[in-house]
């Protein structure tokens, strides 16, 4: 109706396509004559469609790399939140941890040095035990800390060049105390069968 009012008589649709023949879109052409279109008139159309169809998906690409850089913002954020989480648990396991532990290595190095009475061989290798497992937990934790603050970059790291024995030294220096240990309390149970 609104064509017989305006004297347009013809019509002719181009796709808008883009990559691999994708429709996205019709563009529309009217004409006040019923008649078949001519090539020239078909190239025109074309013509017309190939920047609307650039338009079309750089619109689309624009869409989506600003969906892209909302997830992106919103994952930024998570991810300062959840440091600052780790940052505040850390503060809270250091605390809650450290205290408890200083106490146990305290009172045992108490009971070792025979404040509380003479112990027996077996008891003061049980209560040795107990200063050295909570020594080590106390150092694991101290290591934590130290791997939160370089996390943080709070915690200024240096490079620089070690000689392989010294490393090789203070390994074997850090372990062979629990080795001994080990070994004594393997010949204890040992004599007890």
Known sequence: RAGRTSGLRGMWATPITGHMNQLLGMLI????????ISPDEQRLADLFARPAAIAL???????????????????EEKSRRAEQYKMEFMAIISHELRTPLNAIIGYAQM????????????????VQTISDSADRLLSMVEDALDLARMDEQRFPVFMDTVGFDEVLRRAVASV????DKDRKSTRLNSSHI
């Open 176 to 179: 062979a105390p629990e080795a």
């Open 111 to 126: 009971l070792i040095d025979g404040f509380s009475g003479e112990m027996n061989e077996a008891q003061r290798v049980d």
């Open 29 to 36: 052409s009217f004409s006040r004559v019923a008649a078949e």
């Open 57 to 75: 998906q750089n619109l689309e690409a624009s869409q989506k790399q600003r969906a892209l850089l909302a997830q992106a913002v919103q994952l």
